[in-house]
C-alpha cells in the first residue's frame, strides 16, 4: 500500500470527524464506515463477537474476521458481518496491531498480528466449544491467517481461509513482510485447509496476480471473470454484493462459478 495515499486519506477522514457527522443506521460503504468508526471510537458490529453463541448444526464453525492494514473491524466488515450473523453463523471480528490513540490497526508485523489471531481464535473455540473455525480475511487480513496456520499450529484450528484481495506475493513498492517469502516456499498452502482467494482487476493496492495462490487446496476467483463490469477495487470489495455472494459461497464449499451479476 502506497504510504502517501494512506495518509492523505486518514488525514481526510479525521478532518471530516472532526465536524462531528454521524449515522443513524449502521454505514453500508467503505467510506462512510471509515468515517463512522472514527467519530464513534469502539462502534459495534451487529450480532458480532457474542461469546455466548453456539454454532448450529447447520453452521459449525464460528467465522473469525480479519481486517486489512490501516483498517479496524467496524469499517472493514459493517455490512458483511451482520449478513453473516443473519444467515445464521456466530460471528466473531478481531481488531489486532492498534496503537492507543490511533483508530485503525493492523500495524504489526505478519508475524506479531498472526500471534494476536491465534489468541483471539482460541477464546472463541474456548466459549463456542467449536474445534475449528472459518476466516474470512481482507489484504492483509487475509496474509495474516496464512502465517497464522504455517507458524503457530492454526493448521488443526482452521478449515477454511477465504481472503479477499490479499498481498500473497511480493508487489512495487514498499514490501508487505519479509514473511511472504517463508509462507510461499516451497508451496503456499497448507495440507488440511481449504483457501479461497477473491480479487478484483481494478485493485489499486494489490495488483490481482500478486494476491492468487498455486498450492494444493487453493481456489483464485477473479470477479471480472463472472461479471465483466463490475469496478469494485481494493477497499469496497468487503462491501461488493458479488465478492460477499462468493464469501457466502466458499464458506459453503459451493459453486463459485455462478455469481449473479
Known amino acids: 500500500m502506497h504510504r502517501t495515499v494512506v495518509i492523505a486519506g486518514l488525514a481526510g477522514v479525521l478532518v471530516l470527524a472532526s465536524g462531528g457527522s454521524s449515522h443513524a443506521e449502521p454505514p453500508d460503504s467503505f467510506p462512510e464506515a471509515v468515517l463512522y468508526s472514527v467519530v464513534h471510537p469502539g462502534a459495534k458490529l451487529l450480532g458480532v463477537n457474542d461469546f455466548e453463541c453456539r454454532p448450529s448444526a447447520e453452521h459449525p464453525e464460528p467465522i473469525v474476521l480479519v481486517h486489512g492494514f490501516l483498517e479496524n473491524s467496524y469499517d472493514n466488515w459493517a455490512s458483511l458481518a451482520p449478513r453473516l450473523a443473519d444467515e445464521g453463523y456466530c460471528v466473531f471480528a478481531l481488531d489486532y496491531g492498534a496503537y492507543e490513540g490511533i483508530p485503525f490497526g493492523g500495524l504489526g508485523s505478519i ?59 511480493p508487489t512495487p513498492g514498499p514490501p508487505v513482510d519479509d514473511a511472504l517469502a517463508g509462507l510461499n516456499s516451497p508451496v503456499d498452502t497448507v495440507p488440511g485447509v481449504q483457501y479461497t482467494v477473491i480479487v478484483t482487476r481494478y485493485d489499486q493496492v494489490v495488483p490481482y496476480q500478486a494476491s492468487l495462490l498455486t498450492g494444493p487446496g487453493a481456489r483464485n476467483v477473479v470477479i471480472q471473470d463472472l461479471c465483466p463490469a463490475n469496478t469494485v477495487e481494493h477497499t469496497g470489495i468487503s462491501y461488493d454484493p458479488v465478492a460477499q455472494q462468493l464469501v457466502f459461497d466458499a464458506l459453503v464449499g459451493g459453486d463459485l462459478d455462478a455469481a449473479t451479476c
Open 111 to 169: 508475524a506479531d498480528s498472526a500471534a494476536e489471531l491465534s489468541t483471539f481464535v482460541d477464546a472463541v473455540t474456548a466459549a463456542t466449544g467449536a474445534s475449528t473455525v472459518s476466516i474470512v480475511g481482507h489484504s492483509k487480513g487475509g496474509t495474516v491467517p496464512r502465517y497464522y496456520v504455517e507458524y503457530l499450529g492454526g493448521a488443526d484450528r482452521v478449515s477454511k481461509i477465504v481472503a479477499l484481495s490479499p498481498p500473497n506475493y
